[in-house]
């Protein structure tokens, strides 16, 4: 069973910045990947980065590559994935959801096998 801690989420201002930690327990990281998730309301829950802890591959959605960066690090056997959020915008304001999945495609949420509690973000203009 795989349980997370999410923390990093707060209020900034446009051009401002964020990290969102992802520190996962029961996860084995030589298999499977680490994604994070965003929804905002009235909206569709939406793949924003992923990455393969095992190879350090990573994947980016086209509205946050060159601004967002997820990270991966493995201390004393705990697996935390960090998202390096930069250049804020408020299209960015969602609850952001870190998830371990099958897949490291993030234009589906069906490989995804333990979902971790959301953390807002509000960017405000």
């Known amino acids: 069973e795989v349980n997370f801690a999410v923390s990093g989420g707060d209020s900034v201002q446009a051009g401002g910045s964020l990290r969102l930690s992802c520190a996962a327990s029961?996860?084995?990281?030589?298999?499977?990947?680490i994604l994070w998730f965003r929804q905002a309301p009235g909206k569709e829950r939406e793949g924003v980065a992923s990455?393969?802890?095992?190879?350090?591959?990573?994947?980016?959605v086209d509205a946050v590559r060159d601004r967002f960066t997820i990270s991966y690090d493995n201390d004393e056997n705990k697996d935390t994935v960090y998202l390096q959020m930069n250049s804020l915008r408020p299209e960015d304001s969602a609850m952001y959801y870190c998830?371990?999945?099958?897949?490291?495609?993030?234009?589906?949420?069906?490989?995804?096998?333990?979902w971790g509690q959301g953390t807002q973000v509000t960017v405000s203009s």
């Open positions: 998830a371990a999945g099958r897949s490291c495609s993030l234009d589906t949420t069906t490989s995804i096998v333990a």
């Open positions: 990455i393969y802890p095992r190879t350090g591959g990573t994947n980016y």
């Open positions: 029961g996860y084995i990281h030589s298999s499977g990947c």
